[in-house]
C-alpha cells in the first residue's frame, strides 16, 4: 500500500513493525514507545514486544498492538532466560501478524534475542530486517562490561541498520567497540504541538509562591545523574535566588539526596515527587532544569524541559552539548563544576528579562526536535533495511 508521508513529501509504504523495548519511565523506553504511536498516527501498524505494557502508551488502538512476553519460571534456573522467551515471541508475532520490520531498542538484551528471531524465521524462508537503536547506558555502562562486550557487538554488526541517539554516542560505539556496520544518528525528539498551549497557560502559583522560582530534576536517580550534585547546585542558587526544587523520579541515590538535603537544612525547600507520569505538568511551571549528568547520551529529559521553556543547566557530557547550547537554551559546565552551574542559573533566574529570553530559545531549540522531523528518519531507514531483502 502506498501513501503520501506527513512531511517529506514523498511516497512511504504502510508497513508492520514489531517494536521491542523496556517497558519502563527510562528514555529508551519513552522514546520508543513515543516513536510507535507516531508510527501508528502515519498510518503503520505497530506491534510493541516487551515484557510489560509500556508506562507511556496511553492507549491501544487497532493499528497499535502489545504482546507480553512470560518467562515461565523454573526452579533449576538461577536466571530466569528472558532473551529466549523474546526471541521465541518475536518468531511466533512476526508469523502470526506478518510483521515486516523489528525495531529493537537498547542492545541488551534486545539486539541479541533479535538477532536469534531473525535467524529462526530465516530458516523457515522468513527475512525480516532488524534495526537496533543504541540509546546511551547499552553501550557506555553496561555493554563495555567485558561479560557482555562480545555479545554487544556482535548484535550491533549483525543488525541491518543501526542508529545512535546521538553524533557523541556513535563516536563511542566506534571507539569502544570493534563495529562494521554504519551508523546513522537519528536524535530524540518530542511532539512540540503539544506544548504550545501548555507553555503559556501555566498556572504555577499551584507549587510555588509567586516571589519564588521553581527548579526542577527529573531523573531515574542513578548514580550517573550525579545527584548530590542537583542538590548542591540548588542550595547555592537558593542562597541568592528564593526558590524550590522539585525533584522527580526514583531509584538508588534516592536516600541519599534525602539526606543531603536534611544536612544542609533545606527540607522545606526540595519536594520529591517520586515517579510520575506528568513529568509535564511539573516542568510547565519550572524556571530551571538541573542535568548535571556524568553520561548522556542525549538528555531526553533536558528536551522534554525545553519543550515546555525551560533552560537547562548541564553538564557538557556525552551528547548534551548537541541539544543544549550554552547561552542560548541554558548553560553547560565540566562535569562537577556545581559552583559555575550554579553561578549560571543565578544567572538566568535573578534577572526577569534574562529567564525570559533563555525560556524562549528552550522552547525554539526544542522545536528543532519535533516529532514530525525526526520519525521520517526512522521511516527511511526502516525502508532502507527492507531494500536489503530486495537486492539480497
Ligand atoms: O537516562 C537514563 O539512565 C535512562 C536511559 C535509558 O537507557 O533508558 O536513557 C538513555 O536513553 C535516552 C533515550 O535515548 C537518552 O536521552 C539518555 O540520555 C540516555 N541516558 C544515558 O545515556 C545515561
Known sequence: MKRESQNVGKTVKYMKIAIVCYPTFGGSGVVATELGMELSNRGHEIHFITYKHPVKL???????????????EYPLFHYQPYELALSSKLVNMVKLYKIEVLHVHYAIPHAYAGYMAKKMLEEEGIFIPMVTTLHGTDITLVGNHPFYKPAVTFSINNSNVVTSVSQSLKEDTLSSFKITKEIYVVPNFIDTSKYQKKYTDCERSLLAHPDEKII????????VKRIADVINIFDSIQKKVKSKLIMVGDGPEKEMAENLVMELGIEDKVVFLGQSNEVDEILCFSDLFLLPSEKESFGLAALEAMAN??????????GIPELNIHGVSGYLSDLGNVEEMANFGISILENEETLQRFKMNAWNRAKIFD??????????????????????
Open 58 to 72: 496511553e492507549q491501544l488502538t487497532g493499528n497499535i498492538h502489545f504482546h507480553e512476553v512470560n518467562v515461565p
Open 371 to 392: 516529532v514530525h522531523k525526526i520519525v521520517p528518519l526512522y521511516e527511511a531507514l526502516y525502508e532502507k533495511a527492507l531494500s536489503e531483502k530486495i537486492n539480497s
Open 309 to 318: 521553556g525551560v533552560p537547562v543547566i548541564s553538564s557538557n557530557s556525552g
Open 216 to 223: 526542577s530534576h527529573v531523573s531515574n536517580f542513578r548514580p
